[in-house]
């Protein structure tokens, strides 16, 4: 079955993000320009009646929803601001908060996605090496068809996201063509 016959849904992971860690700045850099991509993606897969579904690290927050998150990452002077001002959730996107790197691993989202009729997922976000690998891996395992664009995930340094890229195409044969493409 080809991708136009297949219900899609653009999966952004943990670009809303107070990033306050080590390695945050090197990640900011990487992630900017992939934001700006993602945006662009987004209003491509918007417009093509896809969904949008927001899925982001409670940062062990138990007591916060996602409009919270949103609220303390776009603050003023928020290292995570740049990116929230590029990819704030709209009200017709879905939030989903996860406890750990995939978005699938005790979340709803597998649900959702059932609930919307979604059989490919466009995976993109940060850590490209980490919660991006994590998700496309697990929503490969649940036999979604799943694209990650290359220009659209970023990790602390470009060697590192390329060789998550290299990993998902090798071993799992998941597409990682450039957003423009998706």
């Given amino acids: 079955m080809s991708r136009d016959h297949v219900r899609s849904a ?8 107070p ?18 991509r993602i945006a662009t993606l ?12 927001y ?7 138990w007591r916060r929803d ?16 740049p990116l929230v001002e590029m990819l704030a959730p709209g009200r017709d996107d ?3 908060l996860k406890p750990r790197h995939s978005a699938f691993f005790a979340s709803p989202l597998e649900v959702l996605l059932g609930q919307l009729g979604i059989r490919h997922v466009v995976v993109t976000g ?19 068809k799943v694209s990650v664009p290359s220009d659209c995930c970023a990790s602390i340094s470009k060697p590192r996201n390329d060789r998550a890229l290299q990993l998902l195409r090798e071993s799992m044969k998941i597409e990682t063509k450039l957003s423009r493409y998706v």
């Fill in 126 to 144: 940060i850590a490209g090496d980490g919660c991006v690998l994590a998700t496309a891996t697990d929503a490969h395992m649940r036999d979604f």
């Fill in 42 to 53: 987004r209003k491509r897969m918007k417009a093509r009646g896809f969904p949008t579904v």
């Fill in 55 to 61: 899925v982001n690290d409670n940062f062990t927050h």
């Fill in 66 to 81: 996602f409009n919270e998150l949103v609220a303390i990452c776009s603050q003023p002077g928020a290292p995570g601001a």
């Fill in 94 to 96: 879905y939030l989903v």
């Fill in 10 to 17: 653009l999966l952004v992971v943990d670009m809303i993000n």
């Fill in 19 to 36: 990033l306050d860690f080590p390695g945050a700045k090197p990640l900011l850099r990487q992630a900017v320009p992939a934001a700006r």
